[in-house]
């Protein structure tokens, strides 16, 4: 009888230990399997998009840098306006400037400047410094037809590394057509002054006036006319500032080890001890925090393992 119910207390004891190692079991699969899940729901509630949903924003944009809006790029001479002045030209006033880094300086002078008169163009203003205990370098301002601006810059990128590229632009149309008004009708009035003083009574006080009047008008004419041709040349010629410097070629030279003294291998020993503990401690802390989402389900089952323990030894 004895041995009977001691086989069929073995038998239970081995049921309950079956049976809490598939509990056990069965719970680290869960954990398994909903925490890919989870951490994917997080990730896509944080981004609030899928990656594949800025493909369309950026074809958009792209669409639309390559569209344009009309007006005049950085680095590429423009047509025309998006809406130009009925029956009027437009006035537009181009410069650029470059700073770029050169060889030789002498070659790099020479060829530009016989690059800028094989296009129609002339050099406005050329410098350089060569003083000594200083890299080369200097400034050549040229004048180019405004139809040509963009193959001289393209032989300065030829000729020399281009560190920087500046091109703007100034429309003066509507400037242009209001002195062109004004300038009508200062000569109109001209012309009405040089015929007053035709059929003027011969009293010199009247023929002053009148001529005092002509004197000022054909000032104001002339300042006009000087401004005219300035913008006409203007928009003409484009004006390309190029700088221009010697690149500088460094050697590295072998630096000989120095000998450290004794302080000097003291404080670096402590400095690497210090960083290895720093660097312990980082990683310890890390692996707590790590370890912190667990403790909860460690918890758990730590608890069912005393439990059945505890139930295990009861039945004895």
């Known amino acids: ?48 998009e899928s990656p594949h949903a800025k493909a369309p924003m950026m074809a958009d944009a792209d669409r639309s840098l390559s569209q344009g809006s009309g007006q005049p790029g950085l680095f590429d001479l423009p047509a025309a306006s998006a809406a130009p002045i009925p029956d009027i030209a437009q006035k537009i006033i181009y410069n650029a400037a470059m700073s770029t880094s050169v060889k030789d300086a002498d070659a790099f002078r020479t060829g530009l400047t016989g690059r800028i008169v094989a296009l129609g163009g002339y050099v406005s203003q050329m410098s350089a410094d060569t003083r000594a205990g200083r890299q080369p370098s ?110 500088e070629v460094y050697q590295a030279q072998p630096l000989a080890p120095a000998e450290e003294t004794f302080g000097q291998e003291v404080s670096r020993t402590l400095r690497e001890s210090w960083s290895s503990l720093v660097s312990t401690g980082r990683a310890v802390a890390i692996a707590g925090v790590a370890f912190a989402p667990w403790l909860p389900l460690a918890l758990v089952l730590i608890l069912l393992a005393w439990w059945l323990i505890r139930r295990v030894t009861r039945t004895k």
């Open 1 to 48: 009888m004895t041995d009977a119910y001691d086989a069929t207390r073995k038998a239970r004891n081995r049921r309950i230990f079956v049976q809490a190692f598939l509990v056990l079991l069965v719970l680290l699969v869960l954990v398994a399997l909903l925490r890919p899940g989870l951490v994917a729901n997080r990730a896509i509630h944080f981004t609030g």
């Open 138 to 247: 200097g400034q050549i301002v040229a004048k180019v037809p405004a139809e040509k601006l963009a193959e001289l810059r393209d032989a300065v990128r030829s000729m020399a590394t281009v560190l920087s590229d500046e091109l703007t632009s100034e429309n003066v149309t509507d400037q242009y057509v209001d002195l062109e008004a004004r300038l009508t009708s200062k000569q109109a009035e001209e012309a009405r002054l040089t015929e007053l003083m035709k059929t003027v009574s011969a009293k010199l006080e009247d023929l002053l006036k009148v001529e005092e009047q002509l004197t000022r008008v054909r000032g104001e004419i002339e300042q006009l006319q000087g401004r005219k041709r300035v913008w006409d040349h203007q928009v003409r010629y484009s004006t390309l500032s190029v700088s221009y410097t010697v690149a």
